[in-house]
Each structure stands twice: as C-alpha cells, then as structure tokens.
C-alpha cells in the first residue's frame, strides 16, 4: 500500500471517504441515477459579483444605468428620489432601485476563485466584448492598444468573461471566457491590416461594412437581462457622407446616418454600454470637399468624425490611448457597479420598439450615465425567442435566465486508462425551500459545440447530481432547471476536465462536503455545520510509495494558512486511493476561503490543488 508519515498517523474519519467510482451501494442510491452533463460556451459564463441587492423587482420593466461620482467610481447610496427616469419624453415611476456592485475593491489575483457558478446577478461578473477594427490600425503600430488592453485585463476579476472579435473580417477570435490570458495571447497576435493609403471614399465603404458587422455582432446578445460593456478599438471612421457630388446619383460607397443607427438600436437592445477608443493617432483629412460655391460637396474625411457618431448614437463615451498601462483605468472604474431601476410598467413597454431614454441624477456632484434608447421584451424572462422556460431549450441559448436563482459546480476524475475524464456536477436551488421540477445540463467546448447533453429523470435527490465522461480539455458547464412554479434558471461555470500531474501521481479535483447518515455528499455552500470534509483521489504510484500531503485553509490563494489540517488515506481500488480531511467550520467566519491540498513523493517536488469554501451567513 502507499505510505505516507502524514497520513498514517493522521486520525481516521468517523465517515467514509468519498469515492467517484461510487462503489459502495448506498452512495450510489445517494446521487442521482443518470450521467452528467457538463457545457462549456465561450459565449455564456458567468461570474462572482458583490450586490448591495441582488436582483432587481421580478416581473417589472427595468433600466440600468451608470451614476458616478466625482472620482468616477459608482456612488453607492442613491435612491428612487435622487434619480428621475423619462421614457420618450414621460417621466416614469421607479418602483425600486437596487445597485449592482460586480467588482469589489478588495478582490486581487489572489483571492479565491469562485466557488459555484450561479443564475443569480449577485454571482457575476461583467462581460466585456472587445471589437477591433484592424482594417484601421496600421501595421507595426498595435503596441499601444495591446498594452492598454493588456493593464485592462489585469484589473478584472476572476470572475469576469471577455470575448475578442476584429471586423470586418475577422469574426470571433476568443468566445466569452474568463481565460484573461487567453484574451491578452489572441490580441498579441493581432495586426493591423490598414492601408498604406486611404480615400475619403475607401475610409466610408470601410465604416460601412464595419458598421454592419459590428451592428450583426450585438444583435446576437439581444434582448439581455443585465448590462455589457464593448470596448470598440479604431483608428478612426468615416461620418455619414455621400459618394458622389449631390446632384449625381449616390456611389457604391455611400454612408448614410441609417448605418449608424441601426448600430445604436442594437446596442440598446444588448444593452449595451460601449465605449468608442481610438487605438492609433489618425491623419485628419481635409474638412470638406466643395469649392468655395459649394458644388462637389461629399462630406468630410475627418476619420474621427465616425467615431464620434458611433459613439454619439450609443451614448458611449470616445477615448483616446495614453501610452501607459492604466489608459482604461477608467472602463474598469465606470463597469464596477451599476443601478438597476425597476419601473411602473405600462401597456407600450413590450412592443419591441427602441424608446427614448432618459436617466438624471439630482443630487449634486453625481452624473449618469445610460443609454440614449432602451427596448423591453414583452416578457423579459424569457431571454433569445424561448417562450416558456424549457430546461432543454435553456441549454441552447446563450443568455442567462434568472427567474430560478440555482447555482452548480463540477469536478473532475479519472474514468479510464485512456485518459478519458469524468466530470461530476452539482447543482441545488439557491432557495432551500424551493425543489426543481426539471433540469438538463450540458458540456460546451471552446468552439461553443455541445460535446454532451444530461437530462435527469429523477427529482426526488437534493442535490441534483450527475456525471458524464468527455475527453480532456477545457468546457463550460451549463446546467438549466425549472420549478413547480414554472420558472426557468441557469448557471454557467469553466471546467477543466483534467487531472493534476504530481509527479508519477494524478490527483482528482478537490471536492468539499459534508457527511449526511455516513455518506459524503458534495457541498456548495456552508452554514452552521461544525464540520466540512475535503476529498480527492490520488491515482498511480507503487506500493509503498512515501508520499507528502497537507491540508490547509487560507483566506487568499497564496496567502498563509490559517488553519493546517490532516489527510487520512483510504485505498479505493488498485492504483487509487481516496484522501479526506476535516475542516473546522465552526472556528471560520463567514466568507470565502482557499482549502488547499498538497501533495507530492518525498524529496520530489510537490503540487497543490485548490478550491473555495464558502460559508454563508444564515
């Protein structure tokens, strides 16, 4: 058998170690009969949020916005009087104002990662859409976007997902991920693919394909819940402006205001918060084209002229790139936190109309900052043209429902020898009192491709569990539910579906739960129990092989330990063997903590697997 001095003399558990073979009969009854399903999207993640109040008022027509202060951080502590809502020119009643606070101040690199992923707004991050025109950006000259994006990147939290695209062309370069690197590695390969030299008419057939393209991409986040921020990088575009003098007939590069427009209108329906940044120094072309009686009049070749437009008809906000590493300091500040205000609804709200909007702040020093047009669905819960909740059909879509908050996590283990990999989910109600009726999961891969599909056939276990092997590799888990009231809710998280290399060993992920009648059972959040019990399997290493393990709790993923725990040792099948430790809940405050384990053979280097406690406060 694998020895080890630290498990040896460590105390054995009152209860039996978890396996994921499951070979005891009675776990087995324990966990739900059926497979997982994992889903990885790179267009749907979701995040760990702070809220002041989660969710905004159910079933009301909702209007978020932006109030900051005279730092231009969110002020934090408006309420319905200070803020006045008009809708085509009609001041509306605010029934309830909540702030959304997503990236708290204290979070860092080393902060726990998200323990869960969840459907509910205070469990998310932001979502970030970075767009480059690279027909704009001249060659050799991308050094100042990649650092200001690169600064970007190093202030988001873990929880936070961003996607890159370049257009017209280009397309999707990186889905929805919260992958930071990955994001930073895909733009470091992008070039400019500008011109040596470009016409008044060149720059508008340019800006109008941009345009169309960018216009294509918001459409496809339509008639979301929750704010996204799009970080438009070009050199610069073309205003609206004809091809031809005015008493001929328009040219094949005609741009006119409408392009623009439409742009806007999907923005609003994406709710989306854009921000308009010109990524190179641009030569100013000639202001006008007509002579001094004003014949020949096209338009203006000012490249910034288009940017301005752009960001004039999604409320955004044009910046300019410094050269240091904090030129989006400002994206990150104004994208921390926003209001949600939930509204008296009236019988125009769900004509799928764009409406004149209109947000103010009265209380001195504070500005807001909103859309110029907002469009509610006639019935906002059902996100991307699904009309009743379908936990199946949930699966399939890439925004989030909201209405059931649940929230679900997956860990992985070996399956076979040829290097296959069982992903094992969790997913509970966020409501204790509340019991799905249906839910279905789904494993996605980075290409957004559902690898696998689960759909439970037995709702009576709590919490709802299943499992499903894939090959190895990086997904996203979706699972989608329902209750008996008819609502609908998902949660999305990143899995790894691998094994942690230790040398000649493998290690599992590290699962936390409980002991219920003798039987481990995973865990998502802790209350009052005065025990946790950490778990996972060790595979490989011969008979007699000295290890070293530790357990430890921490407040940070690499800060000291406040606790240092014992590992006791149970062999689970030949070549596997299941370590289990106990965690001291009751002498841990409520909050997020880092449990990590480490292994290693003696005198040989070792590796450490983590995973974030969460104790709540009930």
Not at 68 to 94: E, F, M, Q, Y
């Amino acid at each position: 058998m694998v020895t080890s001095e630290k498990l040896a003399d460590a105390p054995k558990l009152s209860v039996p170690s978890y396996s994921w073979r499951m070979p005891r009969p009675r776990i087995r009854r324990r966990l739900v009969a059926g497979c997982l399903l994992l889903w990885a999207t790179g267009l749907v993640a979701r995040a760990h949020a702070q809220t002041r109040t989660a969710e905004r008022a159910p079933d009301l027509p909702a209007v978020d916005f932006v109030a900051l202060g005279a730092d231009g951080r969110a002020a934090p502590d408006l309420t319905a009087a200070d803020v006045t809502v008009k809708i085509d020119g009609r001041v509306r009643a605010i029934r309830a104002l909540h702030l959304v606070t997503i990236a708290a101040a204290a979070e860092g690199p080393a902060a726990p990662p998200a323990p869960f992923g969840s459907s509910s707004t205070g469990d998310r991050g932001r979502t970030l859409v970075l767009v480059v025109d690279d027909d704009s950006l001249r060659a050799g000259n991308e050094a100042r976007m990649r650092q200001a994006v690169k600064g970007l990147l190093a202030g988001l939290t873990r929880r936070d997902r961003v996607s890159l695209f370049t257009m017209p062309y280009g397309g999707v370069k990186v889905p929805l991920t919260e992958d930071h690197v990955r994001v930073e590695r895909a733009l470091s390969m992008t070039s400019g693919q500008a011109p040596r030299s470009e016409s008044g008419s060149e720059m508008a057939c340019r800006t109008r394909r941009v345009l169309e393209s960018l216009a294509g991409l918001l459409e496809t986040y339509s008639d979301r819940d929750e704010p996204m921020t799009v970080l438009f990088f070009s050199t610069g575009l073309a205003g609206p402006r004809r091809d031809a003098p005015a008493s001929l007939a328009p040219g094949m590069c005609e741009l006119n205001k409408d392009k623009f427009e439409l742009v806007g209108a999907d923005a609003a329906r994406a709710r989306a918060n854009v921000f308009v940044i010109q990524a190179d120094d641009a030569p100013i072309g000639a202001a006008q084209n007509e002579n001094i009686a004003g014949f020949g009049f096209t338009g203006s070749n000012n490249p910034l002229e288009g940017l301005e437009n752009l960001a004039g008809v999604t409320g955004g906000e044009r910046l300019q790139l410094a050269t240091s590493a904090d030129a989006l300091s400002r994206v990150l500040r104004q994208t921390a936190a926003y209001y949600v205000a939930s509204l008296e609804p009236q019988a125009s709200d769900g004509d799928g109309r764009i409406h004149r909007l209109d947000v103010r702040v009265t209380r001195a020093g504070v500005v807001a900052r909103a859309r110029p047009g907002i469009s509610f669905r006639k019935d906002e819960a059902r996100p991307s043209g699904v009309t009743r909740a379908n936990a199946r059909e949930m699966l399939r879509v890439t925004d989030g429902f909201n209405d059931l908050p649940l929230r679900a996590t997956a860990y992985a283990s070996r399956h076979a020898a040829d290097g296959t990999i069982k992903v094992t989910f969790v997913a509970e109600p966020i409501d204790r009192l509340v019991r799905f009726a249906s839910a279905a999961a789904a494993l996605i891969d980075e290409g957004g491709r559902i690898v696998a599909q689960w759909t439970a056939t037995d709702m009576d276990a709590a919490p709802t569990m299943g499992a499903m092997v894939v090959p190895t590799g990086t997904y996203r888990l979706r699972v989608a539910a329902t209750d008996e009231a008819g609502r609908g809710g998902t949660a999305d998280e990143q899995v790894v579906a691998a094994l942690t290399p230790a040398g000649p060993l493998q290690l599992s992920t590290l699962v936390l739960g409980l002991s219920r009648s003798g039987v481990f059972v995973p865990t998502l959040e802790f209350g009052t129990e005065p025990v946790a019990i950490a778990s996972f399997e060790i595979y490989g290493g011969a008979p007699g092989t000295p290890l070293f393990s530790a357990l430890e709790v921490a407040r940070t993923l690499d800060g000291p330990a406040l606790a240092n725990l014992r590992l006791a040792l149970e062999r689970a099948a030949e070549g596997r063997y299941v370590a289990t430790g106990a965690i001291p809940l009751g002498a841990l405050p409520p909050g997020d903590f880092v449990v990590r384990a480490t292994v290693g053979i003696e005198g040989q280097p070792a590796v450490q697997i983590v995973r974030t406690l969460r104790k709540a406060l009930r």
